[in-house]
């Protein structure tokens, strides 16, 4: 009896959290305008969403979307890792304090890094759009990569790189050769999570787009809900999205479960 | 002796983190196709002094050559050394063969020079065939082979190797000291072994440096560190022995243990003080006779698997360390003897603690950072500078430090059969040398306190 009551909250607070999720994905099989009406079954949403037209603007808000996400995402982690190297180099005090600069970000809301980064282009004259957007997301996706990579680093054995110099190989080599493969998993992860945070942030984005005209996913569906009623193309659109995230962190998890198993392997 | 016989040469190295010092004017001078080892306790900076020879480490003054050529401010990638490490260092990523060959690759050499050199490297650290193994599935005797051969396919003019077995159980310890040896003397390659396994370093070396607080102890072969320790820091930290305090009588005759004894060194004066050295196995035990040198009652007995080890308290209070192949029952009276050669007699670095001092008083005097009441001083000047003297046995320590006059840690330990003589390290980094019949563990944080009769102070 005990057992069952367990079993069904679990289910039940499973059904709150995916609920939402699951009547979009449900309802974006069907034609009707409105959301909650069922017509029967239909891919026509999903085909009208890739054919344009009508849709320019979101197709184009998608692609923006993407190419941020990538280019932020690329930039962080090579400056995030670059970080987690020098953080881990520090000893004692040092590297307690740039520890919790390097976490402060990440607890601060995202209206207020929006806000701030928002007045900090206007004070310095910088025009807002496709950079001070990218700009903004390597600045709140930074910190994260930095937390990815830092546990490999404490994982690895210190000797390796003086024994890189040891055999010959300058301190770039060094890097090259004997850290960066080391640190690679570390690296992938804290890429895909940026990308996420990126392809997901509306806050800090609204606030550091501008007025050009330029639209993101977030974006672009807020200003759509504003409008009066949402486009049902967005239904589709949130499935696939939620779908390629669901892929993304699965991903993430079998690898991190796969690099512990390895280690376990290896500690016996 | 010509300069061109030392391939490498380090002169006066010191090296200094903030107000700590790790190394202290070292000097070393090694032959080419020597095989060295710096030997010593944990902390006693030899770490440091082969991570200043690799180069990853730079010293704060000193100077380095090797075959001649002065290294002292070159990058670890150019010099002519190569490395094996504690923790084998092993790049996980790559496999046996890409792991040796990394030097190699990075010196543009040939492939198919790189495959019969990788080759021939596996053969000769007995891995044949191990080329394509992931070396995280590598024992770590066999890791550590794949790093012996990673550093010697380089064909450096130095080896250094940073306890390099320090990780392997005992028996694959013993395997790979006999393969080093003979390695040793296939390449020719000079080689420099830390450790601080002391049978480890009288088994391979050549030259022994005995290290203890940054400083060199003693340098030399393997027979003469043993046979002949320089101090009693040596003495103690190679093989067991029974260290005592003494007094040359005069020439071939000292006194320990309350009786005269006949031994073969001479030229320390007349009644000189002494420390006496006497190693467990030279002292003959025999069940109770009268033709014996000294008697005792065993206190204790463990077999040790070739002999028994005893240790047997003389009727004057003194301990003796024995080894014998024979047994001798706990609480049994027996006669000792030891031949005069086996006596060894060492000068005392000191005879009582001199620190520099400054009078603040008249019974007031500075010294170890602190004020300390002394005795009343005749027409004292402030701040005039004086030596302070303080025997051994009058300084007291204290259970809690906040008890005595100052702080510090208890740094080494030596048994004098009767006493043990601590040296105990003060905050402000100074040594406090201390004669005690208390039981002190080494690290022990400790209150130091002297009585004000027992200040013993010198005016110029």
Same mark, same amino acid.
């Given at each position: ?12 607070? +499973? ?6 999720? =699951? &009547? %979009? @994905? $449900? ?6 305008? #409105? /959301? !909650? ?20 603007? +979101? ?6 979307? =993407? &190419? %941020? @996400? $990538? ?6 982690? #090579? /400056? !995030? ?29 995202? &209206? %207020? ?8 282009? #206007? ?146 | ?460």
């Amino acid at each position: 009896m005990k057992r069952f009551f367990a079993q069904a909250y679990l289910w039940l607070l +499973l059904a709150i959290l995916y609920a939402p999720i =699951l &009547i %979009i @994905a $449900i309802f974006s099989f069907t034609e009707a305008k #409105v /959301l !909650g009406n069922w017509t029967g079954f239909s891919t026509k949403l999903y085909t009208s969403l890739f054919t344009g037209g009508v849709h320019h603007s +979101l197709l184009s808000a998608i692609e923006n979307t =993407l &190419i %941020i @996400a $990538i280019v932020a995402a690329a930039i962080s982690t #090579v /400056l !995030g890792s670059i970080a987690a190297i020098g953080i881990h180099n520090l000893r004692g005090h040092k590297r307690i304090v740039m520890n919790t600069l390097n976490n402060i970000p990440m607890l601060n809301p995202d &209206i %207020i890094t929006g806000i701030s980064l928002f007045l900090l282009f #206007v004070s310095v004259g910088i025009t807002q759009g496709f950079a001070t957007v990218i700009l903004a997301h390597v600045i709140f996706c930074t910190p994260y990569v930095v937390l990815c990579v830092l546990p490999r680093l404490q994982q690895m054995n210190s000797d390796i790189y003086e024994a890189a110099l040891d055999l010959g190989a300058t301190p770039m080599q060094a890097i090259y050769k004997v850290l960066i493969p080391e640190i690679k998993p570390g690296m992938i992860s804290g890429f895909i999570l940026a990308f996420t945070l990126s392809i997901d942030d509306f806050a800090v984005t609204i606030f550091t787009i501008g007025t050009g005209g330029l639209e993101t996913l977030s974006t672009y569906i807020y200003a759509d809900a504003r409008k009066g009623g949402l486009t049902p193309e967005l239904r589709p659109l949130s499935t696939i999205i939620f779908v390629t995230v669901l892929v993304l962190l699965i991903t993430i998890n079998v690898r991190s479960q796969r690099a512990n198993k390895k280690k376990k392997a290896l500690g016996k | 002796m010509g300069e061109s016989n030392f391939i490498i040469e380090l002169s006066h190295i010191s090296k200094s983190y903030a107000d700590k010092t790790v190394l202290d004017d070292v000097s070393l001078y090694v032959k080419k196709g020597e095989f060295v080892t710096i030997l010593g306790p944990s902390g006693c900076g030899k770490t440091t002094l082969l991570k200043i020879l690799a180069g990853f480490g730079t010293a704060t003054s000193g100077e380095i050559k090797i075959a001649g050529a002065d290294i002292t401010d070159v990058p670890p990638h150019l010099r002519p050394v190569n490395t094996v490490f504690q923790r084998y260092a092993l790049f996980p990523h790559l496999n046996v063969y890409d792991n040796i060959a990394f030097g190699l690759k990075l010196k543009k050499v040939k492939q198919d020079e790189i495959d019969a050199r990788v080759r021939k490297a596996l053969k000769m650290v007995g891995m044949t065939d191990y080329e394509w193994r992931d070396v995280n599935s590598l024992s770590g005797g066999q890791q550590q082979r794949v790093a012996i051969a990673r550093a010697i396919i380089n064909r450096p003019q130095v080896l250094l190797l940073d306890e390099p077995l320090a990780a392997l159980d005992l028996k694959m310890r013993k395997d790979m000291q006999m393969e080093l040896k003979d390695m040793h003397k296939t390449l020719g390659i000079t080689f420099v072994y830390v450790t601080h396994d002391q049978e480890e370093a009288l088994t391979l070396s050549d030259t022994i440096v005995v290290m203890s607080e940054g400083k060199v102890q003693q340098i030399g072969t393997p027979t003469d560190i043993y046979n002949e320790p320089v101090n009693s820091f040596v003495a103690d930290f190679i093989g067991e022995s029974n260290i005592l305090n003494g007094e040359m009588v005069r020439d071939r005759v000292v006194k320990f243990m309350g009786s005269e004894f006949e031994c073969v060194d001479e030229g320390f004066g007349e009644n000189t003080p002494v420390d006496v050295v006497i190693r467990p196995e030279d002292v003959y035990i025999m069940a109770h006779t009268d033709s014996g040198m000294f008697d005792g009652v065993v206190q204790s007995c463990i077999f040790k698997g070739v002999h028994y080890e005893m240790t047997v308290l003389t009727p004057n209070g003194y301990e003796i360390m024995i080894q014998d192949y024979n047994a001798f029952e706990v609480g049994q009276q027996v006669s000792m003897i030891i031949k005069p050669s086996d006596i060894h007699v060492m000068h005392k670095e000191r005879v009582c603690n001199t620190f520099e001092g400054k009078m603040i008083d008249a019974t007031h005097v500075e010294i170890l950072g602190t004020q300390f009441l002394c005795s009343e001083q005749p027409n004292v000047v402030e701040g005039e500078s004086v030596k302070v003297d303080v025997a051994f046995g009058k300084v007291e320590l204290m259970d809690n430090k906040e008890d005595g006059q100052q702080v510090g840690d208890v740094r080494f330990i030596l048994y004098k059969g009767d006493h043990y003589h601590l040296t105990v390290r003060t905050a402000e980094g100074e040594n406090i040398y201390v004669d005690t019949t208390d039981v002190w563990d080494d690290g022990d944080i400790v209150g130091i306190k002297i009585q004000p009769e027992d200040i013993v102070i010198r005016r110029a």
